[in-house]
């Protein structure tokens, strides 16, 4: 027969046993990623029955159990909808085909604020318990202690008459030479200082002439950087109380400023701000030198961090990208552009923060939501966080002290902080 071809016997029973192999490798695989939905569905029914139980009880007039908060956000604006792709409140249902190996629940909300936060930071008591340092335009830094779900300290009030009162708060770091200082920037132009164990005031620093925004402490020297309107970034010592250096060369506002830490060890002297003119400059401290310039955004940049495990700078911008640069060479490894996201057409990306082993990366956005990246595999779409019903501005990751979960705190407009576990 013209087109056929006669099989022998015993070919076609190879074939006939190859052809069943098959069979039975993808039945075992769809098995298996049925069983994986499934699971992966009763998980979502366990969230979403546990969080109509807990509003069923709270709009009935009842009390959520101690310290239980909803799995899912708070109502927004009238008429909002859960935006495509979440299919429960504060996780999010991958792509199929780019599917992240990671998601997060929403643990709490802590509204301590009577206005906008600016920044968060992770701290120890004097007696260890970890505690969340949150900045707001109210003027004042609280402290809240994640065990106990309490404020266990306020820094600065309005009616003091110590010297403790401060203007509203941009930023707020914990040194790392000496984790008792805490110091905040402030819309007065100043830099305060405090020891966070017992409340006193260690000093202000005076030395911009305009509001300051960033601040970053070094890994091993006791001075720390400060970011400023003024177009400067000072690098105090902070147990001085000196000024040591000024960086200038900027042409507008700086928003951020980070150090590069200590490996390799020229990186060590090394300050990377970024500024509204839509640069980023790396300086050698030592003499003030630019070492690099990096260009990659069409808007003012915000967010700037430093993997000191991977080597590689983040930088956010009101553009709606990220760039990730590689400190080998400055070049660019990548842009991620938050745009492409449905929704978010007009999102401006804030303040950004790495995971400790540098794999992850929190983007605060201007959307009310936190968009979560694998920065090794930029072909995965964003995790988001949805859950803040303002401009979401700044973000840091800690873990969890009773597993091994990551938990990721942001700071919002909305007067809030929310923390956000990972789903193990």
Same mark, same amino acid.
């Given at each position: 027969m ?11 029973q ?25 699971e992966?569905?009763?998980?979502i029914?366990?969230?979403? +029955?546990?969080?109509?139980e ?14 239980a ?5 708070r109502?927004?604006? /009238?008429?909002?909808? =859960? ?6 409140p504060?996780? *999010?249902?991958m792509?199929p ?9 929403m ?7 009577? =206005?906008p936060v600016?920044?968060?930071?992770i701290?120890s ?8 340092a949150?900045?707001s335009?109210?003027?004042? $830094?609280?402290l809240?202690d ?13 009616? =003091?008459?110590?010297g403790?009162?401060m203007g ?9 030479t000496?984790?008792s ?9 100043? $830099?305060? !200082? ?9 000093c202000?620093?005076? %030395?911009? +002439?305009d509001?300051?925004? %960033?601040?970053?402490?070094h890994?091993?020297? *006791?001075?720390m950087c400060?970011?400023?309107?003024d177009?400067?970034v000072i &690098? ?10 000024? #960086?200038?060369?900027?042409?507008k506002?700086?928003? %951020?400023?980070?150090?590069l830490?200590?490996q ?12 509204f003119?839509?640069?980023? @400059? ?9 070492v690099?310039?990096?260009s ?5 940049? &915000?967010?700037?961090d430093w ?6 700078? =983040?930088t ?13 060479t400055w070049r660019k490894? *990548?842009?991620?552009?938050? @745009? ?9 990306v804030?303040? &950004?923060?790495?995971t ?12 009310? @939501?936190? #968009? ?5 595999? /930029?072909?995965?779409?964003a ?23 990551k &938990? !990721? ?16």
């Amino acid at each position: 027969m013209v087109g056929s071809v006669r099989v022998g016997a015993p070919l076609a029973q190879v074939f006939d046993e190859l052809l069943t192999a098959n069979q039975n490798v993808l039945a075992t695989a769809m098995r298996n990623v049925a069983l994986q939905q499934d699971e992966m569905q009763a998980r979502i029914d366990r969230l979403v +029955k546990e969080n109509a139980e807990l509003r069923a009880q709270k709009e009935s007039g009842g009390h959520l159990p101690a310290g239980a908060e909803a799995l899912g956000p708070r109502p927004g604006p /009238p008429g909002g909808e =859960a935006p495509p792709g979440i299919r429960h409140p504060g996780v *999010h249902a991958m792509p199929p085909t780019e599917k992240a190996d990671f998601a997060f629940v929403m643990d709490r909300t802590v509204e301590v604020h009577s =206005a906008p936060v600016h920044s968060v930071c992770i701290a120890s008591t004097s007696e260890g318990q970890q505690v969340v340092a949150s900045a707001s335009w109210d003027a004042t $830094v609280k402290l809240y202690d994640y065990a106990t779900r309490s404020v266990v300290r306020q820094l600065g009030t309005v009616e =003091a008459q110590d010297g403790g009162e401060m203007g509203g708060l941009y930023a707020v770091a914990i040194a790392k030479t000496s984790p008792s200082v805490l110091a905040c920037t402030s819309c007065d132009q100043k $830099v305060y !200082l405090w020891n966070q164990h017992d409340g006193t005031m260690l000093c202000k620093l005076q %030395g911009h +002439k305009d509001e300051v925004n %960033g601040i970053d402490f070094h890994s091993e020297q *006791h001075i720390m950087c400060t970011a400023s309107d003024d177009q400067k970034v000072i &690098i105090w010592d902070f147990k001085e109380g000196i000024l040591l250096r000024t #960086l200038e060369k900027h042409t507008k506002a700086v928003y %951020g400023c980070t150090f590069l830490g200590n490996q390799p060890v020229d990186h060590q002297y090394l300050v990377a701000t970024c500024c509204f003119d839509r640069k980023t @400059r790396i300086f050698d401290m030592r003499d003030k030198r630019i070492v690099q310039q990096l260009s990659a955004h069409s808007d003012d940049v &915000i967010g700037i961090d430093w993997s000191s495990t991977k080597r590689i700078l =983040a930088t956010g911008s009101d553009d709606g990208t990220i760039a990730i640069w590689d400190s080998r060479t400055w070049r660019k490894q *990548h842009t991620i552009n938050t @745009r492409t996201l449905e929704g978010l057409a007009e999102n401006e990306v804030k303040r &950004i923060s790495f995971t400790p082993d540098g794999d992850l990366l929190a983007a605060a956005c201007s959307s009310g @939501r936190v #968009l979560v990246y694998d920065v090794t595999k /930029p072909q995965v779409e964003a995790v988001q966080l949805i859950g803040h019903t303002d401009c979401v501005f700044d973000v840091k990751w800690t873990m969890s002290p009773d597993s091994n979960a990551k &938990i !990721l705190v942001s700071a919002s407009h909305d007067h809030s902080t929310r923390y956000w576990r990972e789903v193990l």
